[in-house]
């Protein structure tokens, strides 16, 4: 498990965000596919940014 952000991965897999945000692998992947959820498809793998997930972390909890 990771305690802080600087221990991420420079990207992350999909697994990496529910671990994250202790959610289940099946519910990351709902919100992979939400609109404007930072993401990354290389092929049939989706990878997440740390910064750009970071950033989305930030900007939806401070409404």
């Known amino acids: 498990m990771y305690k ?10 999909v697994h990496d965000v529910a671990e994250v945000l ?12 939400e609109k404007g959820f930072p ?3 290389i092929g ?3 990878v997440v940014p740390r910064e750009k997930f970071i ?3 930030n900007k939806n909890t401070s409404k």
């Open 55 to 57: 950033e989305w972390i």
């Open 39 to 41: 993401k990354l498809k």
């Open 4 to 13: 802080s952000y600087d221990e991420l991965p420079l990207m992350l897999s």
């Open 44 to 46: 049939a793998r989706v």
């Open 22 to 33: 202790g959610i289940s692998k099946s519910s990351a992947y709902v919100l992979v596919k």
